[in-house]
T-cell receptor
Framework: NAGVTQTPKFRILKIGQSMTLQCAQD?????MYWYRQDPGMGLKLIYY???????DKGEVPNGYNVSRSTTEDFPLRLELAAPSQTSVYFC?????????????FGPGTRLTVL | KQEVTQIPAALSVPEGENLVLNCSFT??????LQWFRQDPGKGLTSLLL?????REQTSGRLNASLDKSSGRSTLYIAASQPGDSATYLC???????????FGQGTRLTINP
């Protein structure tokens, strides 16, 4: 299994541009999550999904959108990028009801907005 | 609102020492608590998960304890090695939430 994969690994955007961060998992997990991590800080939840077609906001959803059309994929869309969105973005997945809800993380996408 | 705090933010110890990392949380109605390891420029790796009904979990040289009533967890690392150098993050999942709230992490350096 590849686990949780994220693309791209690095990206530089100009203010006002848009982009989509890709996330995929091959573990048949029902839950998927997007977090951001600012320097020296813990992770903050942006959006999460409990299954295909169902998404909900986390702690810091403003400026982002998500969709979950399949169990495997959970893309994160940034519209009108702002410098405040410079961060490292992590996608994670878990099987709620399985081994105690352990979350498995992807390697992250480092995004800089200039 | 659940808040998770990890103190200290950074810790440096010589190789071979036993050490304890601390995590505190404000709301005791948790479902579980997880400890993660993060290497520089990498994602998070789950180390231990403690269910709310458990008091501790062990994996190799790692032992995590949970005291819900006091809102505290500790991660004990025995016989530390330079390869243990990383940032360690604590996260709690509240009852019925299916979402994690993270602490800021403790950056651990083991000196040879």
């Amino acid at each position: 299994n590849a686990g949780v994969t994220q693309t791209p690994k690095f990206r530089i955007l100009k203010i006002g541009q848009s982009m989509t961060l890709q996330c995929a998992q091959d573990m048949n997990h029902n839950y998927m999550y997007w977090y951001r991590q600012d320097p020296g800080m813990g992770l903050k939840l942006i959006y999460y999904s409990v299954g295909a077609g169902i998404t909900d906001k986390g702690e810091v959803p403003n400026g982002y959108n998500v969709s979950r059309s399949t169990t495997e994929d959970f893309p994160l869309r940034l519209e009108l990028a702002a410098p405040s969105q410079t961060s490292v973005y992590f996608c994670a997945s878990s099987y709620v009801g399985g081994d105690g809800d352990t979350q498995y993380f992807g390697p992250g996408t480092r995004l800089t907005v200039l | 609102k659940q808040e998770v705090t990890q103190i200290p933010a950074a810790l440096s110890v010589p190789e071979g020492e036993n050490l304890v990392l601390n995590c505190s949380f404000t709301d005791s109605a948790i479902y579980n608590l997880q400890w993660f390891r993060q290497d520089p420029g990498k994602g998070l790796t789950s180390l231990l998960l403690i269910q709310s009904s458990q008091r501790e979990q062990t994996s190799g040289r790692l032992n995590a304890s949970l005291d819900k009533s006091s809102g505290r967890s500790t991660l004990y690392i025995a016989a530390s090695q330079p390869g243990d150098s990383a940032t360690y993050l604590c996260a709690v999942e509240d009852q019925g939430a299916q979402k994690l709230v993270f602490g800021q992490g403790t950056r651990l350096t083991i000196n040879p």
